[in-house]
């Protein structure tokens, strides 16, 4: 009978994820398929290519082991409907693993992200125009859709603060959680993986400038200063955090004060534990 997964790091994105899948695939008791984000459960194209595919994603398990894969799109509702439901029909006995970290950065990180795979909107105006992007910070939404068909002792809530201060006090809950030996010590568990940094992206026309290969021999053609003069106009360089006006920092913590609220309380963590200050 082929390896199954026994438990998934269901996200949030851009809070940690890569580095805890990391993390966990060190312990020599802990199998976790390649590549990350496996995004079975989420996408039809992929979910089409059938239950014994996914399946051998996990051959090189071992007997005995926690067997798992992380895709933080598990926790993307309503983007990708249905995830919690599939989950829990082909894996009902599955563990899950929920990192999450202060919303409003994530936020900032989930623009920074979708700005370098070329989706080169302000902030601003990607904040009003993409709802995924404050919908995955909605934490109490996205795991209550798990709570229908998981129980409580099925899930593990993480912060990415206490990762990132106390990797090994994670890592130890993680590996308890997991039935695996809490005591094995991990190398550089302070290591972080897939951090947004400074970066330069190209808006479309410049895309399809490079592409189309009329311009391209038309660009050979035109002064040095005058492609720099163009390039710099037609390329967005992100190299710090964006900025938030107090009007739309105000309208996006209206959009989530209920849920954080309502998630750190459910987790037993105080209300001021992400620094909110103008929380109403």
Request: contains cysteine; charged residues 30%.
């Amino acid at each position: 009978m082929p390896a199954r997964p026994n438990f998934i790091v269901i996200g949030s994105m851009k809070s940690g994820t890569t580095t805890l899948c990391h993390l966990l695939g060190q312990h020599p008791d802990v199998f976790m398929a390649t590549p990350k984000e496996i995004e079975f459960f989420c996408k039809d194209d992929i979910y089409a290519r059938g239950w014994d595919w996914y399946l051998s994603l996990f051959a090189d398990a071992k007997n005995g082991s926690a067997i798992g894969e992380g895709s933080t799109s598990y926790t993307k509702s309503p983007l990708f409907p249905n995830v919690p439901e599939k989950i829990a029909r082909h894996l009902p006995d599955a563990r899950l693993i929920y990192i999450v970290r202060h919303p409003l950065e994530r936020i900032e990180s989930h623009w920074m992200h979708r700005v370098q795979h070329g989706d080169v909107r302000p902030f601003k105006k990607m904040l009003r125009e993409y709802s995924n992007l404050i919908d995955t910070s909605r934490y109490w939404f996205q795991i209550q859709r798990y709570r229908k068909y998981f129980g409580d002792d099925q899930i593990l809530v993480l912060f990415f603060e206490e990762l990132k201060k106390n990797p090994e006090m994670v890592l130890k809950q993680c590996f308890t959680f997991l039935s695996v030996d809490p005591s094995v010590k991990i190398a550089n568990p302070a290591e972080r993986r897939n951090v947004t940094r400074q970066f330069s992206a190209e808006v479309d026309l410049l895309k399809r400038m490079r592409k189309n290969a009329a311009l391209d021999v038309i660009g050979r053609l035109i002064p040095v200063f005058l492609k720099n003069f163009l390039k710099e106009r037609l390329e967005i360089r992100v190299d710090s955090r964006p900025p938030w006006d107090e009007a739309m920092r105000c309208w996006v913590i209206d959009e989530i004060s209920y849920d954080v609220r309502t998630f750190l309380d459910f987790y037993n963590k105080p209300v001021d534990f992400w620094d909110m200050s103008i929380m109403r």
